[in-house]
């Protein structure tokens, strides 16, 4: 949280880190609201799933944030084929 406050936008955040993560998509939500100079309640959020690693990731997004470290219950990331598949038989968390 000080990089963030002392440093300014970092390239990736951790999600579950957080204690309130829904505080934190909030201000991403504002901090678009503002620059955009539209109602925050007319925002929604958009996904999009990298194909690289977050120690890949090198630069800031245009727009938004980039965050890891997000978990799966009852479903199987295929990385090959981007999508979700069922689950893994015995594997709680993926």
């Known amino acids: 949280m ?22 934190f998509m909030t201000a991403t939500l504002q901090t678009y609201a503002r620059s955009e100079k539209k109602p925050i309640d007319t925002l929604k959020f958009k996904t999009t799933i990298l194909t690289q690693f977050k120690e890949k990731i090198t630069k800031l997004p245009d727009i938004g944030v980039n965050i890891y470290g997000l978990y799966l219950q009852g479903a199987n990331w295929n ?10 038989k015995r594997i709680l968390f993926v």
């Open 79 to 88: 990385g090959k084929e981007h999508i979700l598949d069922e689950s893994i």
């Open 2 to 23: 000080s990089k963030w406050l002392y440093q300014g936008p970092q390239i990736s955040y951790w999600v579950p880190s957080f204690f309130f993560p829904q505080g």
